[in-house]
C-alpha cells in the first residue's frame, strides 16, 4: 500500500511542479527535492510491502512514510484551494484581493515551511533506519522477485495444503491428469492447474505427482514452490538438486556459485535426453514462468511441465506456447460443500436441525472453497452442538475467528499471500474495492479512458481469482486515527465520539443514517473530501456547502428526496460524476454546463402510472454538447422546442458509451441518427418515444456505433431498424411496444410470428420482447442466439405457447413471463406431462409474474430441471415485489 500511496504522490508533485510552481519560486528546489527523494524511496517499497506482514520494524517504518506522504498531499491540496478563490467584483473584490494576497503569502510561507519539515523527516527516516535499508537490499533479487525466506516460503505452501480427503472428487480429478501425463504427444506440454486460493490445487497435483504409475513413467521428477517472491536463483538450485540425485550424478564443480544464465543451461543439459516432470507449485506472475521456462529443454521425450496457479492469464499464456492444457478447478457446487462440511463439522453426521440455519449461512461464506470449510469447522467441531448460542457467536463473529483464532491461520495465510503477490498499482485498487470503489486509484494510460484502465485492473484482480477477498481492507483501516482519510458511516455517529478529525477527509460514504447524525458530519470542515456518497440518506434539499468542496470529484446522492440541484454546482470544476439516481431531480441548472471535467451523469427516477413504472429523466439541457468528457448520459428529455438543437448536439459528446434518451418524437429521428453515427464508442443505447404510439424513427441510420452491446427500444417503430442484423457485438436487446407490421428482414420477422433465424444474434445474452398485442407465435431455429442466457417476454396476450425451437437455446438458465396468458403459465406449472414442459427442461429457473391487488407479484414455477444428465428440484419462491415492467431491466428477482 505505502508503494502506491508514494507513486501517487509523485505524480502529483510533478503535476505541482508543472502548474503551480509560479506561485512557488522560493521553494521549487524544496519540491524537486522532495520529488527526487520520494523517487529513491519508491524502488525500495516494493520490498517493504512484501516484508511488512512478517517484520514489525518495517510495519513501523512504512507507516511513518505513510503518514508523512498523507501530510504532503494535504499541505499542496490546501495552498491550491486559496489560487481558485473566487473575489467577485468592484470595492468589495478588491478588498477581497487585498486579504487573500495576505492569506496566500502566509499560506505559502506555512507551506514551504512544511515542505522544509517533510524533506528533513523523509531524510531522518531513511538515515534512522540503515539497517532496514540494509534489510531490504539483501532481500531484493531478479526482476519480478522481492525477497526469500525459507521459513516463511514453507509456511505458505502449507497454507494450500489439504488432505486429500478434503477434496471431494479428487479421484476423477487425479485420473483426468494422470491422464494428461502420460499420454499423447512426446513433444514438451505444459498442464496448468488454474483457480482461486483454497480450492486444493497443490493438494490434487501433489497426489498426481506421488502416483506410482508417474513416477514409473518418468525418469525425472522435480517440485519447485513458489510461494511468496521467490528467489529465481535459489530455486533453480532446487531444481538442479532434485535432477542430480535422480540420475546419480554429482552436482559439477562451481555450480553453487554459477549465474542465472549458467545454472539454466546446466539444468538444461542434464535433462535434454531424458523424460521429465517439472511442477511449479504456486506460480504467481508470468515473468516466474518466463525464468524457469529455459532452463526446461524442448526434447521430444513425452516430458510435462505442471503449473498451479491463481492466476488465469499465466495459466493459457503457458499453455499456449507448448500446446498445453488448462484444468480449472472451481468451488464446490452445494451439494458437495455440504457434504465436506458435515464430514468435518459432525464427522460424517447430518446437520442437527437447531443448527441448519446457521451452518448454512457459514458454509455460504465459504463460497465452496475447501480450506476454509476445514478451517472454520476445525472450531466447529468443538463446540456443544446443543448451545445453539455458541454456533450464533461464531456465526456473527466470522471475521474475528479468522484473525484471532489458530485453527484459521492457514486461511489467513491463504488471503494475505494472494494479498502480497499484487503489484502495488492493484493492491490499492483491491484494498477499496469493496468499501471505496469510486476512489481515483487508476493510473493514467495514454489512449485508454480512466474506465478503461479501471476495467483492466478488476479483469486483473479477476484473474488472480482476488475479487472475493476482503477481509484484508480492515487491515488497512482499523484503528481510527487522528485524522481520517476514508470514512464509511453507518446508522450512528458512535465512532466520532472519539474526536476524530474530519479536515484531512478524502471520502466519505453514509448509509442509513439518522438525520442529527447526518446534519453533524455535514456540518464539519471537509475541504478536501474527493468522493461523498449519500446512499438513501434522509435528505431533503442539495447541501448548500456542498458546493464548497471543490475538490469533489463524485456526488452521489442516490435514493434521497433531493429534488433541485443550485446554480452553485457550477463551482465544482473536478467534478467527473453526478449521481442523482431515484431523486426528485427532474431539471438541471444551466451552470452545469461548467463541469468540462463531467463524465458520468445519471438523473433519473421511476414513477408509476397504469400499472407500469416510467422513467423520468432531466430535461435537455441546450448547450450539453460542451461537455465533451461525459460518457455515462442518463436520462435526457427531449421533448421542449430545444429537442432539435439537443439532438444535434449529442454528435459532439464523442465520448460517450452510454446514452439513454426519453420522450423522442418521429421529427427528432434524422438528426439523432445522424449523432448517434458519430459516437462510435457507444455500448449501451436506451431510447424511449415520447407516448407508446410514437415512432420512434431510426432508419436514417446508416452505420451504427461498432461495439453496441446493449440496445433498449421502448416505442413503435414501424419496421425493425435495418440495421440491427449488423450489431456483431450484441448482447443484450429490449423491445418493448414495437408494434411492428410485415417486416421483410431475414434474420427477424415478426407479425404475427417472430422468427429468428440461424446465424442471428450470435453474442446475445439477454432477448426481452414486451407488448406484442398481435404476436401468436416465436420461432427459434437451431443455431440461432448460441449464447443467450436469458428470455423475457411480457404482456404478448395472444402468445399461448412456448417459442418453437427453445430447446435449441442450449444455454437458456433464465426464463421470465409477465402478464401472460394463463394457458402458457397453466403448461409449465401442470409438469412433465406437457410438451412445453419439456422443452425447457434444461432451464435453471423460470419465473412468472402478474397484477393482484395493485401490486406486482412474481413466482418461481417449481419444476425438475434436467442439466448434464442430473436431476434437480426447483424451489417455490413465494411472491415478491416484482421490479418496474418496461425498463431496461423489468424482472430483476433478488
Request: charge should be neutral; include cysteine; hydrophobic fraction near 40%.
Amino acid at each position: 500500500m505505502a508503494e502506491a500511496a508514494v507513486n501517487f504522490l509523485i505524480g502529483k508533485l510533478t503535476t505541482f511542479l508543472d502548474n503551480e510552481v509560479q506561485f512557488f519560486r522560493d521553494a521549487e528546489e524544496e519540491v524537486r527535492s522532495l520529488r527526487e527523494q520520494l523517487k529513491c524511496i519508491s524502488a525500495s517499497l516494493r520490498v517493504a510491502d512484501s516484508l511488512e506482514e512478517s517484520d514489525e520494524e518495517v510495519k513501523a517504518w512504512v507507516k511513518q512514510l505513510r503518514e508523512i506522504v498523507y501530510v504532503t498531499e494535504d499541505a499542496l491540496d490546501e495552498f491550491k484551494l486559496l489560487l481558485v478563490h473566487d473575489h467577485g467584483v468592484g470595492f468589495a473584490g478588491l478588498f477581497c484581493r487585498i486579504s487573500c494576497c495576505v492569506k496566500n503569502m502566509k499560506a505559502r510561507y506555512r507551506t514551504i515551511l512544511q515542505i522544509h519539515n517533510i524533506n528533513s523527516r523523509i531524510k531522518s527516516l531513511c538515515d534512522g533506519h540503515q539497517r532496514l535499508c540494509h534489510k531490504f537490499s539483501n532481500a531484493e533479487h531478479v526482476p519480478g522477485s522481492n525477497f526469500s525466506d525459507n521459513t516463511r516460503h514453507e509456511h505458505q505452501g502449507n497454507a494450500f495444503f489439504l488432505d486429500k480427503n478434503e477434496l471431494v472428487s479428487i479421484e476423477e480429478q487425479k485420473k483426468q491428469l494422470v491422464a494428461w501425463l502420460v499420454e499423447g504427444t512426446s513433444r514438451p506440454q505444459v498442464i496448468s492447474v488454474v483457480g482461486m486460493g483454497g480450492l486444493g490445487k497443490t493438494t490434487l497435483v501433489n497426489e498426481v505427482y506421488e502416483d506410482p504409475e508417474v513416477k514409473k513413467h518418468f525418469r525425472v521428477c522435480a517440485w519447485i514452490n513458489f510461494s511468496g517472491s521467490p528467489n529465481i536463483g535459489e530455486l533453480l538450485q532446487d531444481i538442479l538438486q532434485q535432477i542430480v540425485r535422480v540420475i546419480a550424478q554429482p552436482i559439477p564443480h562451481g555450480a553453487d556459485t554459477m549465474n542465472i544464465y549458467w545454472m539454466k543451461m546446466l539444468i538444461k543439459d542434464l535433462l535434454q535426453g531424458v523424460r521429465y516432470l517439472v511442477v511449479l507449485d504456486d506460480t504467481g506472475r508470468i515473468d516466474e514462468w518466463e525464468a524457469v521456462k529455459h532452463a526446461l529443454p524442448n526434447n521430444m521425450c513425452g516430458s510435462r511441465i505442471i503449473i498451479t496457479t491463481r492466476n488465469h492469464d499465466l495459466a493459457y499464456t503457458s499453455c499456449q506456447e507448448l500446446e498445453g492444457k488448462v484444468y480449472k478447478m472451481e468451488p464446490l457446487p452445494v451439494e458437495q460443500s455440504r457434504k465436506l462440511f458435515c464430514a468435518k463439522t459432525f464427522q460424517g453426521s447430518s446437520c442437527p436441525s437447531n443448527l441448519e440455519e446457521i451452518c448454512e449461512f457459514i458454509l455460504k461464506k465459504c463460497g465452496g472453497l475447501p480450506l476454509a470449510m476445514v478451517a472454520i469447522s476445525g472450531v466447529l467441531a468443538k463446540k456443544d452442538k446443543r448451545r445453539t448460542d455458541e454456533w450464533e457467536l461464531v456465526r456473527h463473529s466470522l471475521g474475528t475467528e479468522i484473525d484471532c483464532n489458530d485453527k484459521h491461520k492457514n486461511l489467513k495465510r491463504v488471503l494475505s499471500l494472494c494479498f502480497n503477490d499484487l503489484p502495488y498499482y492493484l493492491k490499492s485498487c483491491f484494498l477499496l474495492l469493496s468499501l471505496f470503489p469510486e476512489e481515483g486509484f487508476v493510473e493514467k494510460k495514454e489512449g485508454k479512458t480512466p474506465e478503461e484502465v479501471a476495467k483492466d485492473y478488476f479483469m486483473e484482480l479477476l484473474n488472480r481469482s482476488l475479487i472475493e477477498v476482503a477481509e484484508i481492507a480492515k487491515e488497512e483501516n482499523r484503528e481510527w486515527p487522528d485524522k481520517v482519510r476514508r470514512l464509511s458511516l453507518q446508522k450512528t455517529l458512535q465512532a466520532l465520539q472519539q474526536n476524530g478529525s474530519l479536515s484531512q477527509l478524502r471520502s466519505l460514504y453514509m448509509f442509513g443514517m439518522e438525520r442529527p447524525f447526518m446534519n453533524k458530519v455535514l456540518a464539519s470542515d471537509m475541504k478536501l473530501l474527493n468522493v461523498l456518497d449519500m446512499l438513501a440518506a434522509p435528505l431533503r434539499r442539495f447541501p448548500a456547502q456542498v458546493a464548497d468542496w471543490c475538490y469533489l470529484t463524485y456526488l452521489s446522492f442516490r435514493y434521497t428526496e433531493v429534488s433541485t440541484v443550485p446554480s452553485s454546482i457550477g463551482n465544482l470544476q473536478n467534478l467527473e460524476t453526478l449521481d442523482l439516481k431515484h431523486t426528485n431531480v427532474t431539471e438541471l441548472p444551466i451552470e452545469i454546463l461548467k463541469l468540462r471535467q463531467l463524465r458520468h451523469l445519471l438523473v433519473y427516477c421511476y414513477k408509476t402510472v397504469s400499472h407500469s413504472h416510467l422513467k423520468v429523466g432531466f430535461k435537455a439541457l441546450r448547450g450539453i454538447g460542451a461537455l465533451q468528457s461525459l460518457q455515462k448520459l442518463c436520462y435526457i428529455e427531449a421533448d421542449d422546442e430545444s429537442s432539435s438543437s439537443v439532438m444535434r448536439e449529442l454528435g459532439m459528446l464523442t465520448q460517450l458509451d452510454r446514452l439513454a434518451i426519453l420522450k423522442v418524437k418521429k421529427e427528432d429521428g434524422r438528426d439523432l441518427c445522424s449523432s448517434i453515427s458519430k459516437l462510435t464508442r457507444l455500448r449501451s443505447i436506451a431510447i424511449y418515444s415520447v407516448d407508446d404510439d410514437e415512432i420512434i424513427d431510426l432508419q436514417h441510420l446508416s452505420s451504427p456505433p461498432p461495439f453496441l452491446e446493449r440496445l433498449y427500444l421502448r416505442g413503435r417503430l414501424g419496421a425493425l431498424p435495418h440495421w440491427l442484423p449488423s450489431l456483431s457485438s450484441l448482447t443484450k436487446l429490449y423491445l418493448w411496444y414495437c408494434r411492428l407490421k410485415d417486416d421483410s428482414l431475414v434474420s427477424l420477422q415478426i407479425c404475427p410470428i417472430l422468427c429468428i433465424s440461424t446465424k442471428a444474434f450470435m453474442k446475445l445474452r439477454i432477448l426481452g420482447l414486451g407488448f406484442f398485442d398481435r404476436l401468436r407465435c416465436i420461432e427459434v431455429e437451431k443455431g440461432a442466439m448460441p449464447y443467450l442466457e436469458k428470455l423475457i417476454i411480457v404482456r404478448c396476450k395472444l402468445l399461448e405457447n412456448l417459442p418453437s425451437g427453445i430447446e435449441h437455446l442450449t444455454k437458456l438458465n433464465v426464463l421470465e413471463f409477465f402478464d401472460m396468458p394463463d394457458e402458457l403459465v397453466k403448461k409449465l406449472v401442470q409438469g412433465e406431462q406437457d410438451d412445453d414442459y419439456q422443452k425447457v427442461a434444461h432451464v435453471s429457473r423460470v419465473y412468472y409474474g402478474y397484477w393482484r391487488d395493485g401490486g406486482c407479484h412474481v413466482q418461481l414455477i417449481e419444476r425438475s430441471v434436467q442439466r448434464d444428465g442430473a436431476t434437480a428440484r426447483g424451489t417455490s419462491m413465494g411472491s415478491n415485489e416484482f421490479p418496474p415492467c418496461g425498463s431496461e431491466c423489468p424482472t430483476k428477482v433478488n
